[in-house]
């Protein structure tokens, strides 16, 4: 028989601002959870031990996929990756995130793991998760960007003491779709773009995002501004199913008569961020959708990247994948 | 006793919205403790006495429907929907492998749709209707197709991961009654094999299909 999880106070809170008072209550002992696909394994390792979890999957005010005035999409936090793979809105207009959706993780897990939860998820080094006392940990070493470190899965730009990666596959998406995140904290609300709710070690080593304590993540929007482009996504993970990407890639491109009018990429899991590609951009905008294109791009995608011990294997990858990202 | 319970009080936050009576409800809770003996397996989990009374906790004592009927049931903050069902339901053909998400053993239908029993909390499947592998086939105890073609497969092995398989079978023929082989695998993704009987778990799903 396993272990339980240690204990805790549960509380289910029906509206946004109950769920933010009870946060901001809680101080550093609380903890929100929507789907809790990654919380849980904190808790049964011990290594997170809230005194007080916030179950936000009561607050359907947060969840559902609408139209917006403006064309675009607002999908709520707590909508669930299945709900977003098999929406018809989405399928038809950002078939980039629902592609995304449903390379994550297994079906029974996009059944229950939301999308807000998806992109606020935690940095997945097992140094971290396994509970050693590192720099992200509020510690004052590295355990992975040694010579002995198992660093295969970690990053190739933008180390800052920690070299973990984003995660997420939707988060790649969303930074392309240029979404907007919806937080609601005890100060009100406010709306940041997709490029900076992702922040990396030099800018605090100990969050994966800029959700502050008493924040929560209520939606996500999209601009209609790539509504229906020439959409790629690709992740390249050890395991089919389940397994975290080693890297993974998501691309809109308006093309028109065989020319790239205007492309957004994004690269994930190199960079504890979804790294933008704005060199990638300024240098295949106005080309032939082509091979040569492709290729010149896929030189510029990698160039500063800084290969730990074991992760060389990386940096091809990421080319080729902005390749094939491009030549379509 | 009455402090085992310290969190059975009003709570407004609890969406909890049960007409039995506490009497009625605590009756039959104490049934359900006596027959799965579940005082003696609840380990690491020590109700948390000092807890502050200013974000109550859950009611512990809840109902939840399980393979059709409504089964009261304590239920710890903490509690996965898998430990629910394993040690106070006496449901033991859900099966916990990895217990972290991973290996799809532990997998329940929650309102038709498949979820790891292991990385639930029962709270939240309060209002929902949970089917366990129990509840796929008939009322006398006949199989489900797809219970029917896993044998005649010869799909289990050492059959650990059986039920989970069974259910993600189930979910998805309910769903999509003539899956392509294709979408089959898909639908099975979830479900670890240690034993690598994933063409017999497939075949048997794409030969029940059309007489579920």
């Not at chain 2, 909390?121 to 309060?126: E, G, I, P």
């Not at chain 2, 979910?171 to 993704?189: D, G, I, K, S, W």
Request: glycine content about 10%; hydrophobic content about 40%; some cysteine.
């Amino acid at each position: 028989m396993k272990d339980m999880m240690p204990s805790f106070n549960l509380v289910q809170p029906i509206d946004v601002k109950s769920a933010i008072n009870l946060l901001t209550e809680a101080g550093a002992g609380g903890w929100a959870i929507a789907g809790g696909q990654d919380s849980f394994d904190w808790f049964k390792d011990r290594i997170k031990r809230p005194h007080t979890v916030v179950d936000l999957s009561g607050i359907d005010s947060i969840k559902g996929i609408r139209e917006t005035d403006d064309g675009g999409i607002e999908i709520g936090a707590l909508t669930t990756l299945t709900d977003v793979e098999q929406n018809p809105i989405i399928k038809e207009k950002y078939g980039l995130l629902s592609t995304a959706s449903g390379r994550v993780a297994s079906p029974q897990i996009r059944n229950k793991g939301t999308l807000g939860g998806n992109v606020s998820q935690d940095a997945r080094c097992w140094y971290y998760r396994s509970g050693l006392d590192c720099y992200r940990a509020g510690g004052n070493t590295c355990y992975a960007d040694t010579p002995e470190g198992m660093n295969r899965e970690h990053c190739l730009f933008g180390a800052s003491r920690c070299v973990a990666v984003t995660p997420s596959d939707t988060a790649v998406a969303l930074t392309t779709l240029e979404a907007n995140m919806v937080i609601v904290g005890p100060n009100g609300e406010r709306i940041v773009p997709a490029s900076e709710y992702f922040i990396g070690p030099a800018i605090d080593i100990e969050r994966m995002t800029v959700l502050e304590p008493g924040d929560v993540l209520i939606a996500i929007r999209i601009p209609a501004k790539w509504s229906g482009a020439k959409f790629y996504f690709e992740k390249v993970a050890d395991r089919a199913t389940w397994d975290f990407p080693l890297v993974n890639i998501a691309s809109a491109m308006k093309v028109s008569e065989g020319i790239i009018e205007d492309i957004s990429i994004t690269c994930g899991a190199v960079e504890c961020v979804p790294k933008r590609l704005t060199v990638v951009q300024d240098i295949v905008r106005g080309s032939a959708a082509n091979e040569e294109t492709a290729s010149l791009a896929a030189g510029a995608a990698s160039r500063g990247a800084s290969a730990l011990n074991y992760n060389h294997f990386k940096i091809p990858l990421m080319e080729n994948l902005v390749k094939r990202a491009i030549r379509g | 006793m009455q402090k085992k319970f310290n969190s059975d009080r009003y709570d407004p936050l609890s969406t909890e919205r049960d007409s039995l009576s506490r009497r009625h409800f605590i009756k039959g809770v104490i049934a359900a403790g006596t027959v799965a003996g579940a005082a003696g397996l609840m380990t690491g989990c020590s109700d948390n006495s000092n807890n502050s009374a200013s974000s109550a906790s859950v009611e512990r004592l809840v109902t939840i429907n399980v393979n059709g009927r409504s089964r009261p049931v304590d239920v710890m903050p903490n509690e996965t929907l898998a430990h629910t069902l394993r040690n106070k339901l006496s449901l033991t053909g859900t099966k916990i492998g990895c217990d972290r998400g991973a290996c799809g053993a532990c997998t329940v239908m929650i309102d038709g749709v498949t979820q790891n029993s292991c990385s639930i909390l029962t709270h939240t499947v309060r209002k929902g209707n949970v089917v366990t592998v129990e509840g796929v086939g008939g009322v006398n105890g006949q199989l489900h197709p797809v219970q029917t073609a896993m044998i005649e497969e010869l799909a289990p092995q050492c059959g650990f991961c059986t039920p989970g398989q069974v259910v993600s079978g189930v979910a998805l023929l309910q769903r999509n009654p003539n899956p392509t082989r294709e979408e089959v695998r898909q639908a099975l993704a979830g479900n670890l094999c240690r034993c690598g009987a994933y063409n017999n778990y497939i075949n048997a799903i794409v030969n029940a299909a059309g007489s579920a």
